[in-house]
Nanobody, 121 residues
């Protein structure tokens, strides 16, 4: 069974850094886009950053220049380096991937369980 497992959340002061990681496990035939979304308290889930299999990236305007997304295609992992964190970055961060699981037809959306990132002084 394919699943995404996240790690790396926590509590950090404004201006600090955190690195999130996400690994896809199970029998995977192919992996398309991978990315990170977040859901701040009382708000809807929003895109943070996405990277395709060729390494092309897209960022939310609010995180450009501060966050960097990366992936390892061989290991089906995606990471998010977050620098210069702000109070408004506080949210539950979710890993997302478009995966083609072995034995299935086509790509499907998979989500991680979410990891809490809290920026507070």
């Amino acid at each position: 069974q394919v699943q995404l497992v996240e790690s790396g959340g926590g509590l950090v002061q404004p201006g600090g850094s955190l690195r999130l990681s996400c690994a896809a496990s199970g029998s995977i035939f192919s992996c398309n886009d991978m990315g990170w979304y977040r859901q701040p308290p009382g708000k809807q889930r929003e895109l943070v950053a996405v990277i395709n299999s060729g390494g092309r990236t897209k960022y939310a305007d609010s995180v450009k220049g501060r966050f960097t997304i990366g992936r390892d295609n061989a290991k089906s992992t995606v990471s998010l380096q977050m620098n210069s964190l702000k109070l408004e970055d506080t949210a539950v961060y979710y890993c997302h991937a478009e995966l083609w699981a072995s034995g299935r037809i086509g790509y499907n959306d998979y989500w991680g369980q979410g990891t809490q990132v809290t920026v507070s002084s």
